[in-house]
């Protein structure tokens, strides 16, 4: 707890000095002003979040968290709940959808097993990315009959998260992202999703990887019944993750909230990691200035919680495999923006007319 | 006229068995089906464009085309007109947009002189990117005076734009991409755009690079003008591109039919290029299966054109300045797609369950 709270406490608004001094880097390089749109904006909030300083993008990394969750039992997901221990090994070994798009965009994948209900220490195979294990416990507990965690252990899933996020800092890593893994999880994140942003269970519930119309109702009622057993207090974040929430949510916000602490900007994936996303936003709303929103997802609870962020998403391509697919090509777009503020020529230097003659 | 009528008739459908072949293969990656959304489409397309060869894209290339507007004369730019020849020296030394996204993209640019009114030959230096010197005109006629191009002159810049193509098709570039800089030339696109969308000219005019609300109308005045003046055939789109259009519209109509013609995938950049891609499709509808629409421009007429042609743009970034610039970042995405289909492993081969069990 001591950690969270220091954490918190060191999250500080990014200074509002460096905007107007990018601003004017910006209206000096060899196009009309404002002509790059938003790739100027991510230029100059990278730019803040530096403070100035600019540095190379080169060292990325995604973050990318897996956790099972009991309420599985529940029949909420297209897919038995084996499938989260085999995707990790699919990461392991680079194979999967995350390692293909980070190859892409340049950035490390950093596999983190924080809740999985899986021994893999007994696999003893070596393979082409490490596994970080951080297992606070073999999958959540099935919310409909109780809380999925403990208050005690959703503050240490995101004390996991925050821990990697200053130790990743401290390696040099210029620019996080986030990701996850853990079948079932579009229910949790629903389940949050709901209770943080006020609305009802159904607008913000989604079929996942692909559940049929009848499935979508049950995993609706599984959700409410979980909201009516556990009541999670919608002004305490800590309590929404602890009783309807999973490891890999907590593993997230930790490490936005790290990110935030360190003034590393943060790339957001999809639905599951803005849930994680709105968790940190909710214990410590400054850290909103240095999440990017990749992309905007299929799940319809997805663009609900960036609304209520006031966060537009970056990408929109109709993604819904989660794993840090989308932050991956959101970092390449965001790069472009810090390039074009580092590597373009200016009015002068190029000897082009750069009065407006309107 | 010959290179132009061999080329529409070599412009064949793309082959349908090739997308069932890449759909098959698409389903048995270690993902839900279609959860990685557009980034399928893309390598599907990809995938039966080249007919299963499924090419890396490591060789890419994007088309600059300058050119210069008589219809400057009428106060319709927010820059003088000597700003095209001044973008085009700051392409050849790599310091402008397009030259820091291309980069950043891995797509080598090619810029090329088909109508400005400069004479760059007398320039003796030595640049970074050569310069290809396919000047039909030194910039077009005001046309509000007359034509801005004879029908012989608007059929050069096509087949300018179709002979470059063809070149580097046979040097083995895998993926095209379309861009521009003309001072002026959000007006010639406009005028296309109404003529060929059966829009007013209030409806698809814009404020180019920044023009007051004054200057839009008084832009909007000079569209309606040329447009009754000239009266261009709207069932004839070399005839309303040699009245009302560009040159370096023109030459991107022929990048776009010879990207079609010798079965390579083009990426459209904006407003402008997307007149010249409407052009094409005008020309030949087919031409469409090879096209991509990199992004969604704040010109108002751009999603005009793209909503005519049934195509949705892969960004949206609020960009505005051209030159290639949303194509480079779009080539970055769609090449994306291209390694998740040729890097990811199957349900086999990753031993993950990929029964679908709801």
Same mark, same amino acid.
């Given at each position: 707890?001591?950690?969270?709270?220091?954490?918190?406490?060191?999250?500080?608004?990014?200074?509002?000095?460096?905007?107007?001094?990018?601003?004017?880097?910006?209206?000096?390089?060899?196009?009309?002003?404002?002509?790059?749109?938003?790739?100027?904006?991510?230029?100059?909030?990278?730019?803040?979040?530096?403070?100035?300083?600019?540095?190379?993008?080169?060292?990325?990394?995604?973050?990318?968290?897996?956790?099972?969750?009991?309420?599985?039992?529940?029949?909420?997901?297209?897919?038995?709940?084996?499938?989260?221990?085999?995707?990790?090994?699919?990461?392991?070994?680079?194979?999967?959808?995350?390692?293909?798009?980070?190859?892409?965009?340049?950035?490390?994948?950093?596999?983190?097993?924080?809740?999985?209900?899986?021994?893999?220490?007994?696999?003893?195979?070596?393979?082409?990315?490490?596994?970080?294990?951080?297992?606070?416990?073999?999958?959540?507990?099935?919310?409909?009959?109780?809380?999925?965690?403990?208050?005690?252990?959703?503050?240490?899933?995101?004390?996991?998260?925050?821990?990697?996020?200053?130790?990743?800092?401290?390696?040099?890593?210029?620019?996080?992202?986030? *990701?996850?893994? &853990? !079948?079932?999880?579009?229910?949790? =994140?629903?389940? @949050?999703?709901? #209770?943080?942003? +006020?609305?009802?269970?159904?607008?913000?519930?989604?079929?996942?990887?692909?559940?049929?119309?009848?499935?979508?109702?049950?995993?609706?009622?599984?959700?409410?019944?979980?909201?009516?057993?556990?009541?999670?207090?919608?002004?305490?974040?800590?309590?929404?993750?602890?009783?309807?929430?999973?490891?890999?949510?907590? *593993?997230?916000? &930790? !490490?936005?909230?790290?990110?935030? =602490?360190?003034? @590393?900007?943060? #790339?957001?994936? +999809?639905?599951?990691?803005?849930?994680?996303?709105?968790?940190?936003?909710?214990?410590?709303?400054?850290?909103?200035?240095?999440?990017?929103?990749?992309?905007?997802?299929?799940?319809?609870?997805?663009?609900?919680?960036?609304?209520?962020?006031?966060?537009?998403?970056?990408?929109?391509?109709?993604?819904?495999?989660?794993?840090?697919? &989308?932050?991956?090509?959101?970092?390449?777009?965001?790069?472009?923006?810090?390039?074009?503020?580092?590597?373009?020529?200016?009015?002068?230097?190029?000897?082009?007319?750069?009065?407006?003659?309107?």
């Amino acid at each position: 707890m001591e950690l969270l709270k220091n954490t918190l406490k060191n999250i500080q608004d990014v200074n509002a000095e460096f905007y107007v001094i990018a601003q004017r880097h910006l209206d000096n390089l060899t196009k009309p002003p404002g002509s790059l749109g938003r790739l100027e904006e991510f230029a100059k909030r990278l730019v803040a979040i530096s403070e100035g300083k600019n540095p190379p993008l080169d060292k990325k990394v995604i973050f990318t968290f897996a956790g099972d969750h009991g309420v599985t039992e529940e029949g909420v997901s297209a897919y038995p709940k084996e499938v989260t221990p085999q995707m990790v090994l699919n990461f392991l070994r680079g194979g999967a959808g995350i390692n293909v798009l980070a190859r892409h965009a340049g950035a490390e994948v950093v596999v983190v097993d924080i809740g999985v209900d899986y021994d893999f220490s007994s696999t003893g195979a070596e393979h082409a990315i490490p596994l970080q294990i951080r297992k606070i416990m073999r999958g959540t507990r099935n919310m409909t009959k109780g809380p999925a965690m403990s208050g005690d252990e959703a503050v240490q899933c995101i004390e996991t998260g925050i821990e990697l996020a200053g130790k990743y800092a401290k390696k040099g890593y210029r620019l996080f992202g986030t *990701g996850e893994m &853990g !079948i079932g999880n579009t229910t949790p =994140a629903s389940a @949050v999703a709901s #209770v943080l942003t +006020g609305r009802s269970v159904s607008e913000v519930t989604g079929k996942g990887t692909g559940i049929s119309e009848e499935s979508l109702e049950n995993k609706i009622q599984v959700i409410e019944a979980a909201l009516s057993l556990n009541r999670p207090d919608p002004n305490n974040a800590i309590d929404v993750l602890a009783k309807v929430g999973g490891t890999e949510i907590g *593993g997230i916000a &930790g !490490i936005v909230l790290g990110a935030a =602490a360190n003034k @590393v900007p943060v #790339v957001i994936d +999809g639905f599951i990691s803005t849930a994680g996303a709105l968790i940190a936003y909710c214990l410590e709303p400054k850290s909103k200035d240095y999440m990017f929103a990749a992309h905007n997802s299929v799940e319809i609870g997805h663009s609900v919680m960036l609304k209520k962020m006031g966060m537009r998403p970056i990408l929109d391509l109709d993604l819904r495999l989660g794993e840090g697919t &989308g932050t991956a090509l959101a970092m390449l777009i965001i790069e472009g923006g810090l390039k074009i503020y580092k590597e373009m020529a200016t009015f002068g230097e190029a000897g082009v007319s750069g009065g407006i003659v309107n």
